[in-house]
């Protein structure tokens, strides 16, 4: 996902207005990357499509029931490495008509311009231990503790317009910082049901939390300083829940089900104006972050030693709506109301689709994978506003941009009860081009990399 639509919404909302600002949902969303991670080296290796095989320590994230195959208590461990990686958009000849009733000089009669957008977008390299857990089988059922990082984003953001329609096309310019985390504390039950079904359950304790400080710049003078702030800063707990259903008709196909449960929590807001005519003024709100559900299902099929495994999974990404667009406590407020400037987000469907095969020597197994997944773009976009809707739409466009495509590869390597796995996911480069009849238009994803180290122990 890209960070510089979130970007332009504080552009859009806070910078244009004079005094004014904006706190929404859509803001905070559109900073980061929300890549909802699959744990172990040996599913990523499979273009993370494991939801009908769930046959390892991972499945009390990946699907809870898949915990009764262990026969024995393991515990395992995943290093994860992601390199950074670079959004730019940039924007030309965007026609923008003044809404500003009170002109400054120099700009007194101007009604009518061209704007072009520039952001810069980074996501930061991230090395981390992405999941760690210990599992116990007993006669009737499976238990398990685990610790899984599901989100972890730090990003730097910058960016500038020549012209806004908010204050007589005058330029603005942003530059910041932000950071969030997601980690979940697992406790997972798993039992079967005859011969050919389990069920299994997670209970999360998800630890959450953000931290983020973005200036916002108005006009082009040296020394002006930032014409606001705006500091996100939360970190709350609260509780989730995966269940999960695997089915064996027969030996070779298993058939899974999960549904994930993650839950909202209150960001901490406050909004900072120090271009007030009677000082700096100061706002503290909180605004809701919903972390998306998930429903998956997956499918395994293994004919001696090659196993294949196909995932579908729906997002839901529209949680994170309603947006509060153009929201203000100052006196001057965009012009027209805010419950008429609409985004939407839809919800995503990724597809994972991946293959594992065994090489069994006397004393070892080698295992080499590879895989493929889609992966939905979580991105607001614009449906409607008055006056300002010439302006938005090339920045936002009205409706929701292709999938990302991921390519994995990965091996592993048994010696008796101990497992080493090792998997790489290239996020392949993707590149937006519009052209208008004024307006161009483009958007690229820089190619994204990230390596995943897991171990297995079994006693």
Do not use: C
């Not at 395994?300 to 709506?321: G, K, M, P």
């Not at 987000?345 to 065994?358: C, K, P, R």
């Not at 390597?413 to 081009?433: H, K, M, N, P, S």
């Amino acid at each position: 996902m890209t960070i510089s639509r979130w970007l332009t919404v504080l552009l859009v909302s806070l910078v244009f207005t004079v005094p004014s600002f904006a706190v929404t949902d859509e803001e905070i969303f559109r900073a980061f990357s929300l890549n909802l991670t699959t744990p172990g080296a040996r599913a990523i290796g499979m273009g993370g499509a494991f939801i009908g095989r769930a046959d390892d320590a991972t499945a009390a994230e990946t699907n809870p029931a898949g915990l009764t195959i262990l026969a024995r208590p393991e515990i395992s461990l995943e290093y994860r490495h992601r390199d950074s990686r670079r959004f730019e958009t940039r924007i030309t000849n965007m026609p923008i008509t003044n809404l500003d009733s009170t002109p400054t000089p120099p700009n007194i009669g101007t009604n009518f311009g061209l704007a072009d957008f520039r952001a810069t977008d980074e996501l930061d390299q991230v090395n981390a231990l992405g999941f760690a857990s210990y599992v116990h089988p007993f006669e009737n059922w499976t238990l398990g503790i685990s610790r899984h990082e599901l989100i972890n984003a730090e990003a730097t953001v910058f960016g500038e317009v020549s012209a806004s329609p908010f204050h007589f096309l005058e330029p603005n310019s942003f530059s910041g910082a932000a950071e969030i985390s997601d980690v979940n504390y697992g406790f997972t039950g798993a039992t079967k049901i005859g011969d050919h079904v389990s069920l299994g359950g997670t209970l999360k304790i998800s630890d959450f939390s953000i931290r983020s400080n973005i200036g916002a710049r108005q006009k082009a003078q040296p020394g002006f300083g930032d014409h606001f702030t705006s500091i996100y800063d939360t970190s709350d707990v609260k509780v989730g829940i995966n269940l999960g259903v695997l089915v064996a008709p027969v030996s070779w196909v298993s058939i899974g089900a999960v549904y994930k449960y993650d839950p909202q929590f209150n960001l901490r807001t406050i909004v900072t104006n120090v271009d007030s005519a009677d000082g700096p003024q100061q706002v503290v709100t909180n605004v809701g972050f919903d972390v998306p559900d998930q429903l998956g299902t997956g499918v395994s099929v293994t004919a001696a030693d090659f196993t294949v495994n196909f995932d579908v999974i729906r997002v839901f990404y529209s949680q994170l709506e309603d947006v509060q667009a153009g929201f203000s406590l100052f006196t001057h407020l965009l012009p027209f109301p805010k419950e008429q400037v609409v985004f939407r987000i839809d919800d995503g469907t990724d597809i994972h689709v991946g293959a594992e095969y065994l090489i069994r020597a006397e004393s070892s197994v080698l295992a080499f994978r590879g895989g493929f997944y889609r992966q939905s773009r979580n991105l607001f976009y614009f449906v409607t506003a008055p006056a300002a809707g010439d302006f938005l739409v090339p920045i936002f466009d009205t409706e929701a941009h292709d999938p990302l495509n991921h390519i994995t590869i990965g091996g592993g390597v048994t010696f008796g009860r101990v497992q080493f796995d090792a998997a790489a996911d290239f996020a392949l480069e993707d590149e937006i081009r519009e052209t208008g009849l004024l307006t161009d238009r483009t958007e690229v994803s820089r190619r994204g990399f990230e390596l995943v180290l897991s171990s297995v122990v079994r006693f």
